[in-house]
């Protein structure tokens, strides 16, 4: 599908009574994108392992006594069901919206019997009827909160041990972002860790193979708008954003992965005519595709508890 045209109708999606609900019809009846890929599943699973091993090397403590939290958890909690697979115990997971649904958890759960991997402790096998978020708490440890602000969750300070996210810090407008860090900075303990997973390609890519993942950076703020739904936002932040966004929220930056650097990709940008309202990142910065940020609340903490 042309991207345009999977914007324009994201776009008319979102602007639809139900909304979402249509655009999850969409996606599972007609662009058939859902349940998840084979591929797509084992990327997933990937992901939290990243997660646990960043968060391994430094929290201080056993992950299986931590409590872990999750904004933006989706439809499938293939991430949630993988560290539970990892040994995490317990886990609350918060939506902005009411977006699990599960049928694709159960088929998460089907997946997760042919994962080989010598790091899972165990697996999920119990499938979910309606009475979901009950029965995920029962099997899996899992708190099911939607829906809830992230940026005002509710939830009682320093109850969280670790914070992770994956590919959604993204979608999130810088202004409403700084809040949700500054709330993700009130849950977490004293000496908490985060573990961020962040796409920095143009989502549409995905769906485009005529386009790359630097496609969005052509653009002003004004003609993206028009293609920039609500049900696809992306906010088109860049690495260095996000290292800015975390340490004035007050952590510390204990680690960073960058991913997507290669002689390719930056013959890419150089042919593409980057927009002058990103002119002030470097070739190095605009070429960064995906990161994993590793930060931590430390140990003494002033201001913002």
Same mark, same amino acid.
């Given at each position: 599908?042309?991207?345009?045209?999977? %914007?324009?109708?994201q776009?008319?999606?979102?602007? &639809?009574?139900?909304?979402?609900?249509?655009?999850?019809?969409?996606?599972?009846?007609?662009?058939?994108?859902?349940?998840?890929?084979?591929?797509?599943?084992?990327?997933?699973?990937?992901? &939290?392992?990243?997660?646990?091993?960043a968060?391994?090397?430094?929290?201080?403590?056993?992950?299986?006594?931590?409590?872990?939290?999750?904004?933006?958890?989706?439809?499938?909690?293939?991430?949630?069901?993988?560290?539970?697979?990892?040994?995490?115990?317990?886990?609350?997971?918060?939506d902005?919206?009411?977006?699990?649904?599960?049928?694709?958890?159960?088929?998460?759960?089907?997946?997760?019997?042919?994962? &080989?991997?010598?790091?899972?402790?165990?697996k999920?096998?119990?499938?979910l009827?309606?009475?979901?978020?009950?029965q995920?708490k029962?099997?899996?440890?899992?708190?099911?909160?939607?829906?809830?602000?992230?940026?005002?969750?509710?939830?009682?300070?320093?109850?969280?041990?670790?914070?992770?996210?994956?590919?959604?810090?993204?979608?999130?407008?810088?202004?409403?972002?700084?809040?949700?860090?500054e709330?993700?900075?009130?849950?977490?303990?004293a000496g908490?860790v985060?573990?961020?997973?962040?796409?920095?390609?143009?989502?549409?890519?995905?769906?485009?193979?005529?386009?790359?993942?630097?496609?969005?950076?052509?653009?002003?703020?004004t003609?993206? %708008?028009f293609?920039?739904?609500?049900?696809?936002?992306?906010?088109?932040?860049r690495?260095?954003?996000?290292?800015?966004?975390?340490?004035?929220?007050?952590?510390?930056?204990?680690?960073?992965?960058?991913?997507?650097?290669?002689l390719?990709?930056?013959?890419?940008?150089?042919?593409?005519?980057?927009?002058?309202?990103?002119?002030?990142?470097?070739?190095d910065?605009?070429v960064?595709?995906? %990161?994993l940020?590793?930060?931590?609340?430390?140990?003494?903490?002033?201001?913002?508890?």
């Open positions: 599908m042309n991207w345009k045209w999977k %914007a324009f109708l776009l008319a999606l979102s602007a &639809a009574p139900g909304g979402e609900h249509a655009n999850y019809f969409f996606q599972k009846h007609v662009t058939r994108t859902l349940p998840i890929s084979e591929a797509g599943f084992a990327d997933q699973v990937h992901y &939290a392992q990243e997660h646990i091993d968060i391994s090397r430094h929290y201080q403590g056993p992950i299986t006594q931590a409590t872990f939290y999750e904004f933006g958890a989706g439809w499938d909690l293939i991430i949630p069901l993988a560290l539970y697979a990892f040994g995490v115990e317990k886990q609350i997971l918060a902005v919206r009411s977006l699990l649904r599960p049928s694709l958890t159960n088929d998460a759960i089907e997946k997760f019997q042919t994962v &080989a991997s010598c790091k899972l402790s165990r999920p096998e119990r499938r009827s309606d009475a979901t978020p009950a995920l029962t099997f899996y440890g899992i708190e099911y909160l939607a829906p809830v602000d992230p940026k005002q969750t509710g939830l009682e300070s320093s109850s969280i041990d670790c914070i992770t996210s994956t590919s959604t810090l993204e979608h999130i407008p810088q202004s409403e972002l700084k809040l949700v860090l709330e993700c900075y009130r849950l977490l303990r908490g985060m573990s961020f997973v962040i796409d920095y390609g143009d989502h549409y890519s995905y769906f485009d193979p005529g386009i790359s993942a630097y496609n969005y950076l052509k653009y002003s703020d003609a993206w %708008a293609f920039n739904s609500v049900l696809h936002y992306q906010n088109r932040l690495h260095p954003d996000y290292l800015d966004l975390l340490k004035s929220a007050g952590f510390e930056i204990v680690a960073e992965q960058r991913y997507g650097d290669s390719a990709n930056r013959k890419i940008i150089e042919a593409l005519g980057i927009q002058e309202r990103f002119d002030r990142y470097s070739v910065d605009l960064v595709g995906s %990161a940020i590793v930060s931590r609340k430390p140990e003494t903490v002033t201001g913002l508890d």
